[in-house]
Structures are given as structure tokens and as C-alpha cells.
T-cell receptor
Framework: KQEVTQIPAALSVPEGENLVLNCSFT??????LQWFRQDPGKGLTSLLL?????REQTSGRLNASLDKSSGRSTLYIAASQPGDSATYLC??????????FGAGTRLFVKA | DAGVIQSPRHEVTEMGQEVTLRCKPI?????LFWYRQTMMRGLELLIY????????DSGMPEDRFSAKMPNASFSTLKIQPSEPRDSAVYFC??????????FGPGTRLTVT
């Protein structure tokens, strides 16, 4: 059974810092991995999707990497801003639409 | 595209009442998911449909929960009878052929 761990559980940083959010998963036989952000009281917004054959994906200040063999993914946020404050969730998909979500990293960026 | 649409956004009901949550997926997406989110258990997959057919309902907690997808543009999640422990945020999501999921805004259910 796939288990997903996200570290750290919470993070508080000053504006402008570059930061890394970590995700590890136990079943490396994934089809893809998706990173989401969730603002308080809101739904999940898809940030990046990495296919199993890819090593990384970039969107603006966000860069996600995937090391399938070691069961790890990282989300890199450059030049963090207060608007980046949210919970970030990692979700590997093992095919058959089995997507398991991590508990998330709660990020707070101080102005 | 309007994204995934859910209704109602908030629902407050009394224990024992029937609750029906509704979802309209993104046009062209062939898979639909229902999730439940609570502080204690996080995000849980309840059921998913592919081409309107339920594929896996192993996450449905009890027989009080049922879900239907009569056509490609509409799905319902029904709880009958509702109980206070059903209080949660219920999300609907749909996915494209690349298995990328898009979530609706959720329905916040409170059962008193």
C-alpha cells in the first residue's frame, strides 16, 4: 500500500527565501506525481504534473523534481512571496487512478 | 472552461436527513473522483468513475454512502441517513487522459 510522507509538516520563512518541500513515497511504481496547493477553506489547485519518465517540471518560480527509484520528489520555490502561503500536497499516482495524497506541508511566508 | 463545479458550497443538516452533493466535471474529462477531507484523516478517496462507470468504491465508508454518474457531465454523492461524523469537506475532481486531476471548490457539510 502506497504511503506518502511530506517533510516538513510546517514551514515559516521570510519573504524572498528559496525553499524546498520534500515528498517521499513507498511504492516507486508510479505513473505520475502531482503537486497541489490548497489555500484555507478552498479546493486543491494543481501546480505541476511530472510523468514517471520525466526528471523535473518547471512552472514560473516552481520546479518539481522526481527520483522514482528512490521514491522521492521535491518542490522548489524560488524567491518566496507572502502569496505563496498555503498548504502544499504531493500526490503520486500508481495507475488505475489510485492517487494517494500526503498530509501536506503548511507554508507561511512572512512579509 | 469553468472548471469543476460543485453544489451546494455549504450544507447544514440534521442527523438522519438525506444529503445530496452534486458535481459537474470539466468537459472532455473521462474520469471523476469523490474525496472527503477532515483534519483527522486528511484527504480520502471515496469513489472514482471512468467513462461514467464506478471503478473503485472501496473508500466509501458505509452503505449510507452512494454515488452515481448518470452521464458524462453530472455526478451525485448521497448520504442517507446522515450522521454528525459525516461532517467534512467533500471534493469532486475530474481528470484528463494524462491522469492530471482538477478539483472543484468543495462542499462543506455540517451534520448536527
Amino acid at each position: 500500500k502506497q504511503e506518502v510522507t511530506q517533510i516538513p509538516a510546517a514551514l515559516s520563512v521570510p519573504e524572498g527565501e528559496n525553499l524546498v518541500l520534500n515528498c517521499s513515497f513507498t511504492d516507486s511504481a508510479i505513473y505520475n506525481l502531482q503537486w497541489f496547493r490548497q489555500d484555507p477553506g478552498k479546493g486543491l489547485t494543481s501546480l505541476l504534473l511530472i510523468q514517471s519518465s520525466q526528471r523535473e517540471q518547471t512552472s514560473g518560480r516552481l520546479n518539481a523534481s522526481l527520483d522514482k527509484s528512490s521514491g522521492r520528489s521535491t518542490l522548489y520555490i524560488a524567491a518566496s512571496q507572502p502569496g505563496d502561503s498555503a498548504t502544499y500536497l504531493c500526490a503520486p499516482n500508481t495507475g488505475g487512478f489510485k492517487t494517494i495524497f500526503g498530509a501536506g506541508t503548511r507554508l507561511f511566508v512572512k512579509a | 472552461d469553468a472548471g469543476v463545479i460543485q453544489s451546494p458550497r455549504h450544507e447544514v443538516t440534521e442527523m438522519g436527513q438525506e444529503v445530496t452533493l452534486r458535481c459537474k466535471p470539466i468537459s472532455g474529462h473521462n474520469s471523476l473522483f469523490w474525496y472527503r477531507q477532515t483534519m483527522m484523516r486528511g484527504l480520502e478517496l471515496l469513489i472514482y468513475f471512468n467513462n461514467n462507470v464506478p471503478i473503485d468504491d472501496s473508500g466509501m465508508p458505509e452503505d449510507r454512502f452512494s454515488a452515481k454518474m448518470p452521464n458524462a457531465s453530472f455526478s451525485t454523492l448521497k448520504i442517507q441517513p446522515s450522521e454528525p461524523r459525516d461532517s467534512a469537506v467533500y471534493f469532486c475532481a475530474s481528470s484528463n487522459r494524462f491522469y492530471e486531476q482538477y478539483f472543484g471548490p468543495g462542499t462543506r457539510l455540517t451534520v448536527t
